[in-house]
Each structure stands twice: as structure tokens, then as C-alpha cells.
């Protein structure tokens, strides 16, 4: 079975700062890979994918993630924090097992704050 | 606009009621999905249809039911053998087949049951 782990729960920045955010997976096949931001009380947006080709991602709001298969990672970043930034992070990896791509298993999540 | 409706926002109900949450999306997506979602546990799969008339069972989907009569519609009923029943429900749905897609996530539907 597939599976995402989210180091840190919580994770606190200052404003201009660089964001990290960590996700490992497993994955018995080669892995789709997913990052969604959660503003509160509100749903879940995609920040970013990676499929197949370059392992550098961009995505929204200046995140990028790299895909590193050696490592079994798909960190997030982003070189300056702003407090717009605030939110909760989720990583996910899909489930190729589960009938189609289309079902996709989250991690834990990470509640960004950001200090001004 | 393109995307995915879920009423309504806030919910409240009493305890032993049965309760059932909307969820409508027109971007003509094959599959549809139900999260549950509490404080520190990211989403657990409710349930989740591939395809009209076609549902399975998630996770977690002890106490809930669903139906999927129409391609754009996916409700989710919280029926009273839910132990707790309170917390942040998360409908979304994706396109299918070759490929990875990623899902699209409606606003969501925060239920609480006294």
C-alpha cells in the first residue's frame, strides 16, 4: 500500500524566510505526486503535480517541488514566506493500485504559520 | 464557472438524526469522492464512484451511505450509526483512465452533531 508522511505537523517561518516543507512516500510503482494548500475553512487547492519528466516542479503562488526517487521525496519550497502563506499543506501520492490514478492517498498535513 | 458546490456550509443536527450533505460539480468529471476530515488527521476516503450507478467504500465508511444516480451529483447521508458524526466534510471529484489527474476539491460542509 501506498503511503505519505509529512514531517512536522506545524511549522513556523518569518516573513521573507524559506519555506520547507517535508513529505516521503511510498510507493510500490512509480509515483504521481501531489501538493494542496488549505486556506481555513475552506477546501483543498492544488499547488502543484508531478507526473512524469522534469523532477523540478513550479506551481502557484512561487512553490516548486523536487522529486527525488533515490530519496523517496517531494519536498516543498518556496524561497520567501509571506504571510499569505499561512495556511495547511497536504502532500499526496497517487494510488495507482487503487483501480485508477485518480485515487490518491494524503499525508497528515502541515499547518504553515508565518511571523511577521 | 466551472467547479464543484457543496451545501451547506455549516450544518447542525441532533444526535440520532440521519443527515444527508450535498454535492454537485459541472465539470463533467467521471469520479466523485467523499473526505472526512479532522483536526490533525488530514482526509480519510468516505467513499468514492468511478462512475455513474458505481460506488465503493473508502476507509472509513462505517455509518455513512452514498448514492450516484446522476453523473453531476454525489450526496453523502450521515446516518445515525456514525459514532462522530462532527467534523469537516470534503467532496471532490477528478476525470479517470490513463494518467494521473489530480482532484478538485468543493468548500466543504462543517456537520456538527450534539
Known amino acids: 500500500a501506498q503511503s505519505v508522511t509529512q514531517l512536522g505537523s506545524h511549522v513556523s517561518v518569518s516573513e521573507g524566510a524559506l519555506v520547507l516543507l517535508r513529505c516521503n512516500y511510498s510507493s510500490s510503482v512509480p509515483p504521481y505526486l501531489f501538493w494542496y494548500v488549505q486556506y481555513p475553512n475552506q477546501g483543498l487547492q492544488l499547488l502543484l503535480k508531478y507526473t512524469t519528466g522534469a523532477t523540478l516542479v513550479k506551481g502557484i503562488n512561487g512553490f516548486e517541488a523536487e522529486f527525488k526517487k533515490s530519496e523517496t521525496s517531494f519536498h516543498l519550497t518556496k524561497p520567501s514566506a509571506h504571510m499569505s502563506d499561512a495556511a495547511e499543506y497536504f502532500c499526496?501520492?497517487?494510488?495507482?493500485?487503487?483501480?485508477?490514478?485518480?485515487?490518491?492517498?494524503f499525508g497528515g498535513g502541515t499547518r504553515l504559520m508565518v511571523k511577521p | 464557472d466551472g467547479g464543484i458546490t457543496q451545501s451547506p456550509k455549516y450544518l447542525f443536527r441532533k444526535e440520532g438524526q440521519n443527515v444527508t450533505l450535498s454535492c454537485e460539480q459541472n465539470?463533467?468529471?467521471?469520479?466523485m469522492y467523499w473526505y472526512r476530515q479532522d483536526p490533525g488527521q488530514g482526509l480519510r476516503l468516505i467513499y468514492y464512484s468511478q462512475i455513474v450507478n458505481d460506488f465503493q467504500k473508502g476507509d472509513i465508511a462505517e455509518g455513512y451511505s452514498v448514492s450516484r444516480e446522476k453523473k453531476e451529483s454525489f450526496p453523502l447521508t450521515v446516518t445515525s450509526a456514525q459514532k462522530n458524526p462532527t467534523a469537516f466534510y470534503l467532496c471532490a471529484s477528478s476525470t479517470t483512465g490513463a494518467g494521473s489527474y489530480e482532484q478538485y476539491f468543493g468548500p466543504g460542509t462543517r456537520l456538527t452533531v450534539t
Open positions: 499526496a501520492v497517487s494510488d495507482q493500485l487503487r483501480n485508477a490514478g485518480n485515487m490518491l492517498t
Open positions: 465539470l463533467n468529471h467521471d469520479a
